[in-house]
């Protein structure tokens, strides 16, 4: 617990010694120059985070010392998104089903994928389904993809989806899933999946919010250093997102979430922690901080912490 309050993080990746998207042309889509990133340097150092050690040789110690990190810094649960593939994933979360939960995270576009989508359900106990919107070409709003809605309709699962910008500097800046709008027939068409995009829309905001207008079934994700800011006109800050969103949509739509994954950083506790001090100086409630740090993910996940 952070003081009186229990947390769920909505938002993270386990570090895997496998590919963590094994279906996704993650090279290409998260730095295609193949530069050393100097902002990403940056960013360590500003957060006084040591350089990212190798994953080691097996996921089960990987998981061990991840159940450490919650017990350490009293975080309840995480929901990491993504793990080395379903199955792979799906080994992790039994290794530690009270505190981890999985979303599946196959490309939408593999063969089969909305069967693939329930099996991660019903047999693998995926509770959500994360997809990469700027790592896929074809249009998020194709009628190709609406049988994976209709799965998570079914079931009633969170569908966590990337838009704005991707990957470290020189990653991806422009693409047709770029803008969360073009969401907006989708959560029409599926109203009763929830829909989740995280980072405040990363460098998309006020899109984020018309669409959260639009669309009640849309949720909004803090999660990450959402350095992004930095690159925005005029300035904005992490209070400002904060403040304007839980203002216009409320924080029974926001979940708390760091995007954190691989050590020796583990579980981000200055993202956390700068969260929970700006929730506090904006003069949430204590029914709003519940909702933001656990209860609108444990309605969404279909849980109790």
């Known amino acids: 617990m952070i003081q009186d309050l229990n947390v769920i993080d909505f938002h993270t990746h386990f570090?895997?010694?496998?590919?963590?998207?094994?279906?996704?042309?993650?090279?290409?889509?998260?730095?295609?120059?193949?530069?050393?990133?100097?902002?990403?340097?940056?960013?360590?150092k500003a957060w006084n985070f040591e350089p990212t050690e190798s994953a080691g040789t097996d996921d089960m110690q990987i998981a061990?010392?991840?159940?450490?990190?919650?017990?350490?810094?009293?975080?309840?649960?995480?929901?990491?998104?993504?793990?080395?593939?379903?199955?792979?994933?799906?080994?992790?979360?039994?290794r530690h089903p009270d505190k981890f939960i999985g979303f599946a995270h196959h490309h939408p576009g593999i063969p089969n994928a909305a069967d693939e989508l329930e099996r991660a359900v019903t047999e693998l106990g995926m509770k959500g389904y994360?997809?990469?919107?700027?790592?896929?070409?074809?249009?998020?709003?194709?009628?190709?993809?609406?049988?994976l809605w209709e799965v998570a309709q079914k079931h009633k699962i969170p569908v966590l989806i990337h838009f704005g910008i991707l990957g470290a500097a020189g990653g991806v800046i422009t693409h047709v899933n770029m803008d969360p709008l073009i969401m907006q027939n989708v959560a029409h068409d599926f109203p009763d999946v929830p829909f989740v995009l995280p980072h405040f829309g990363a460098g998309y905001p006020t899109q984020l919010l018309h669409l959260c207008w639009s669309a009640p079934n849309v949720y909004v994700d803090s999660s990450g250093s959402n350095q992004w800011v930095r690159w925005m006109m005029p300035?904005?800050?992490?209070?400002?997102?904060?403040?304007k969103f839980a203002q216009t949509i409320g924080t029974n739509r926001l979940l708390f979430s760091t995007d954190s994954s691989g050590f020796p950083r583990?579980?981000?506790?200055?993202?956390?922690?700068?969260?929970?001090?700006i929730a506090r100086f904006l003069g949430w409630s204590d029914q709003q901080l519940r909702e933001f740090f656990s209860e609108t993910a444990e309605s969404l996940l279909g849980i109790k912490a």
Do not use: C
């Open 15 to 44: 570090p895997s010694v496998l590919p963590w998207f094994p279906d996704y042309d993650t090279m290409k889509s998260h730095n295609p120059y193949g530069k050393t990133d100097v902002q990403s340097d940056r960013w360590r």
């Open 266 to 277: 583990g579980l981000s506790k200055p993202y956390l922690e700068e969260q929970h001090r």
């Open 235 to 243: 300035e904005i800050t992490l209070q400002d997102l904060m403040y």
């Open 64 to 94: 061990d010392r991840w159940y450490a990190e919650l017990e350490e810094k009293g975080v309840e649960k995480v929901v990491f998104v993504s793990g080395g593939g379903n199955d792979n994933l799906a080994n992790v979360v039994a």
């Open 130 to 147: 994360k997809l990469l919107g700027p790592a896929i070409d074809t249009p998020i709003n194709d009628k190709s993809f609406y049988p």
